[in-house]
C-alpha cells in the first residue's frame, strides 16, 4: 500500500487528473486495478472516489475516529460528529496556536479588534452593529440576497430543498408533510411550549400578551403582540433565536441601511443636503432635504410605514402637503423600489436633480408600432411600475436603438370614452428632449382625437411633463394603498378586491371587509399620496 500511495500522491502532484484515476478504477484496468485489489477490506457498494481515497492515505482497513472511540467513520472525516470534543489534547494544541498567531499578528487585544471591524463593516454597509438584531436586514435585505443567488427569496423554495424535506419525512416518519405525521406534531407542539416558557426570562422587560396556545414558532415573519413593561407600550414584534422584541418607542430606529445608502449616493453625485431635518414641517422629520433644489426625500420602509405600525390613510399625504405649503418637492421612496430597482430609483432622482447627463433631440428619433415583448423588456428595465397591457404600443428610435415608450390603452378606472396613457419612459441617463411630445403627436394623427387620460405618481411627481404637453389638471385622487405579506413587495390592491378573495385566501369570511379578511391571513398594508389626474381633451 505504501508503494502505491507514493506512487499516487507523485500522480496527482503531476497534475494527473482524479477523475482519469476513477473512470480506470471503475474500468479495472491499469492503476485502477492494483487499487481495486488492494481495498477489497472495504464491504459494500461503494464508489471509485472513496477507494482512491483510501488508498491515497494509505489505510488498509476501516477508517476509524480520531478520538479513540473505534467507531467506522467516512473517509472524508477525521471523527465522528461530535467527538472531537472528546480530543482535549488536540483541541488545546489548535486554541494555543490560534492564540498565539493572533497576538503576534494584531496584540493582545485583538478579539476586540476584530469585534470592532466587524461593527464598523456593518454600519457602513447595512446602518447597523449587529445586522441580526436588524429586522431591516433579516427581512429585507437577506431575502435580496439569497434572491439574486437562487432566484427565490427563501431557500425553503427551491424544488431540491422542497424534495429534499419530503424524502426525510417519507424516510423517518412515513409521511410528505410536516402535519401529517402525529409524531412530527407532537414534537413540534413540545419545542413551541418549551420556547414559550423561555419568554419569563426577559419579563422585566416585555411580556407577552398572547397564550401558549396562540404561540406558533419564531420567524421574522410572525408578529406576536407585547407589552414594555418600560413604558406599558403594547407593541407587535417578531421572536426569533433568543432575541428580546424591541419596543419601537424605547429603542426607536433611527436609521436605516437604506437611508445610509441613499445618503450615499446623493453624496457621490455631489449634493449638498441635510439628512433627519426636522426644522422644515415641525416636529415631523425630513430624511433627506435639498435646499438648493427646494427638494426632500423621504425613504418609506415598508415595515415601519405600514397601517399596522401607525402609518394611517393620509400620513404620507400630509407630509407632502406640509412640503407643498413651504413650496418644497417631497419625494416618497418605497423600501422595495429601492431593494429591487434600485438604478431605476436612481436614475429618477438624477433627472428631477437636473444630472441628466447625456442628451438626444426628439428630432433625430423615429416613431414606430411595437410589439408587446420589445414594449415590456424595455418597461420592466427602464419603468419603475414595470410592465402594462396596453393596446397602442409607440417606441422612438435613435440609430436603430429604442430610446423611449409610450403606452396607450382603454380607460381603466372609469367607463368613459377615450384612451388612457398608461406608461412613458426613456432610456436611463439620457435626456431627449421633446420626444414625449413627438410620440403623443404620432398617437393623436394615427390613433384617435377622443380625450386621453393620465396619472402621475404624487409621491415622484408634479405633473410638470404634462402640463408641457397641454394637459389640464382635471383633479387630485385620494391616497392609495397596497398590500404587503412578509413586508417583502407591495401588491395591487386590484389583485386583492374582496370578490376575488375566496380564491385567493387560505381563509375567507365573506362577512368580513376586505381589508380584515387580509389582516385574517397575516396581511399588512401600505398608503401612498394618490394621484394627480390629468385630461387631453
Known sequence: MKKLQTKLLNMIKNGYNKNKLC??????????????????????????????????????????CKCGCGENIAITNTYVIHHEKRDEIRKKKWKDKLK??????????????????????????YGTKS?????????????????????????????????????????????????????????????HLNTYNKFKYFKNKVIPLFKKDEYDGGGYNKLYNWKCIKCNNEFSHWYWNGLVPRCPVCYPKYYSYAENEINQYLSSLNIIFNSNNR??????????????????????????????????RNYHLNKTKLCEEKNIQLIHIFEDEWLYKQQIVKSRLKHILGLTPYKIYARKCAIKEIDSKLKNKFLNKYNIQGNDKSSIK???????????????????????????????????????????????????NNFTH????????????????????????????????????????????????????????????????????????????????????????
Open 450 to 537: 377622443k380625450p386621453i387620460i393620465s396619472y402621475a405618481d404624487r409621491r415622484w411627481s408634479i405633473g410638470n411633463l404634462y402640463k408641457q404637453l397641454g394637459f389640464k389638471l382635471d383633479h387630485i385622487s385620494t391616497p392609495n394603498y397596497f398590500y404587503m405579506k412578509n413586508y417583502n413587495v407591495r401588491e395591487s390592491r386590484i389583485k386583492y378586491q374582496k370578490h376575488k378573495l375566496k380564491n385567493i385566501l387560505k381563509e375567507f369570511n365573506p362577512n368580513l371587509s376586505e381589508w380584515q379578511n387580509m389582516q385574517l391571513n397575516g396581511y399588512d398594508r401600505i398608503w401612498d399620496c394618490g394621484n394627480y389626474v390629468f385630461t387631453l381633451p
Open 131 to 191: 445586522v441580526f438584531n436588524d429586522i431591516n436586514w433579516q427581512t429585507k435585505s437577506l431575502p435580496k440576497i439569497i434572491y439574486d443567488k437562487y432566484g427565490v427569496d427563501n431557500i425553503s423554495k427551491l424544488y431540491k430543498i422542497k424534495n429534499r424535506k419530503k424524502q426525510t419525512y417519507t424516510k423517518n416518519y412515513n409521511c410528505n408533510y410536516n402535519t401529517s405525521s402525529n409524531q412530527i406534531s407532537s414534537s413540534i407542539s413540545s419545542r
Open 394 to 444: 409607440l417606441g422612438a428610435f435613435y440609430k436603430n436603438r429604442l430610446v423611449a415608450v409610450m403606452t396607450f390603452g382603454k380607460r381603466r378606472f372609469d367607463k368613459k370614452e377615450g384612451y388612457e396613457l398608461i406608461r412613458f419612459c426613456t432610456l436611463r441617463s439620457f435626456n431627449i428632449t421633446g420626444i414625449a411630445g413627438k410620440l403623443l403627436k404620432y398617437f393623436k
Open 23 to 64: 473512470w480506470d478504477i471503475k474500468k479495472n484496468r491499469g492503476i485502477g486495478k492494483e487499487i481495486n485489489n488492494l481495498t477489497t477490506f472495504i464491504q459494500g457498494d461503494i464508489t471509485s472516489s472513496i477507494k482512491l481515497n483510501y488508498c491515497i492515505q494509505g489505510l488498509t482497513e476501516i477508517k476509524k
Open 279 to 312: 426644522s422644515i414641517i415641525q416636529p415631523l422629520e425630513l430624511d433627506m432635504y435639498i435646499p438648493d433644489k427646494n427638494i426632500a426625500i423621504e425613504f418609506n420602509g415598508t415595515y415601519w410605514h405600514s397601517e399596522l405600525r401607525g402609518k394611517t
Open 100 to 125: 498565539k498567531t493572533c497576538t503576534e499578528k494584531y496584540g493582545e487585544n485583538y478579539r476586540n479588534i476584530f469585534h470592532a471591524r466587524a461593527q464598523e463593516t456593518n454600519l457602513k454597509k
